[in-house]
Nanobody
Framework: QVPLVESGGGLVPPGGSLRLSCAVSGSKQDVFAIGWFRQAPDREGEGGSCFRLSDRNSWSADSVKGRFTVSRDTAKNTYYLQMDNLKPEDTARYYC??????????????????WGQGTQVTVSP
């Protein structure tokens, strides 16, 4: 497994922006993608965005498409989730994770085997 550390969460008003970071340590062998998931106390966990390492292709769920963008800084071995036009329903703890197989489903937690500790995002006036 690969150690991951998230950062960048916080309190932001509706319509605001945040950028989450996911620092990846060690070898990325057998890592096919970085995914971002979120968990709110009153809702099921949700997978929203993925960055595929092989071709830098990104994917986002309909709930965040057009508002959330995933990217990578190769030199820093860090992945980012840029979140714009945030809504109260985006309030959750956000986790990054590594996909361990090539035919992963971005929204399927079982396809991800290394997880960070999470960072809290709260969207409120």
């Amino acid at each position: 497994q690969v150690p991951l550390v998230e950062s960048g969460g916080g309190l932001v008003p509706p319509g605001g922006s945040l950028r989450l970071s996911c620092a990846v340590s060690g070898s990325k062998q057998d890592v096919f993608a970085i995914g971002w998931f979120r968990q709110a106390p009153d809702r099921e966990g949700e997978g929203g965005s993925c960055f595929r390492l092989s071709d830098r292709n990104s994917w986002s769920a309909d709930s965040v498409k057009g508002r959330f963008t995933v990217s990578r800084d190769t030199a820093k071995n860090t992945y980012y989730l840029q979140m714009d036009n945030l809504k109260p329903e985006d309030t959750a703890r956000y986790y990054c994770a590594t996909a361990w197989r090539s035919n992963y489903e971005c929204t399927e937690p079982r396809d991800f085997n290394s997880w960070g500790q999470g960072t809290q995002v709260t969207v409120s006036p």
